[in-house]
């Protein structure tokens, strides 16, 4: 590399870092994760072989481009890999007979809530709520629009809460 290329580089560098990491830094809230993906980024970006061939005021919107992509990277690779975590580190966690009774009539309680919704209110609540799907996967599985998604999750959970006000002795 030659000596132009070398400060054209770090002109892009100067120019360009802090709005990089404080635009990674927002998505990771993590500032030593934030710093080893910004430089991951320009080490990934300075490498790409048509480097030199992108308009210069399009240089910020390929560093974020290759920063997003190395965050997905990184959090595909931490769910399927899972974390790390010392055994030792995780504290005990004491309940009490009254507390575990307590979740226990909690649940039953929630559990008789649900199945006064009819079928496709307890699924959407079932599908959205518990097991966290999107609106379009949970389009997909019931066969319906992303809309009707929508309008049926939120009827659902009126509903539920119309239940629920109606067995106030449970909180009694």
């Given at each position: 590399?030659?000596?132009?290329?070398?400060?054209?580089?770090?002109?892009?560098?100067?120019?360009?870092?802090?709005?990089l990491y404080r635009y990674i830094y927002y998505r990771v809230q993590n500032r030593?994760?934030?710093?080893?993906?910004?430089?991951?980024?320009?080490?990934?970006?300075?490498?790409?072989?048509?480097?030199?061939e992108i308009e210069p005021d399009r240089y910020?919107?390929?560093?974020?481009?290759?920063?997003?992509?190395?965050?997905?990277?990184?959090?595909r690779k931490s769910k399927t890999m899972g974390t790390n975590t010392n055994i030792d580190s995780v504290p005990e966690i004491e309940a009490s007979t009254e507390d575990m009774e307590e979740m226990a009539n909690r649940q039953l309680f929630i559990k008789r809530s649900l199945s006064k919704l009819n079928e496709d209110q307890r699924k959407v609540i079932e599908l959205r709520i518990i097991n966290g799907y999107s609106v379009s996967e949970t389009a997909r599985i019931m066969g319906i629009k992303p809309g009707n998604v929508r309008v049926l999750q939120y009827r659902a959970l009126k509903n539920l809460v119309v239940i629920m006000n109606e067995k106030e002795d449970y909180h009694e």
């Open positions: 590399m030659n000596d132009d290329n070398m400060k054209s580089i770090a002109a892009i560098c100067e120019n360009t870092w802090e709005p030593e994760e934030a710093e080893d993906i910004t430089q991951e980024t320009y080490v990934k970006s300075l490498s790409y072989s048509k480097f030199n910020m919107a390929f560093l974020k481009t290759v920063a997003i992509n190395i965050i997905r990277d990184r959090w």
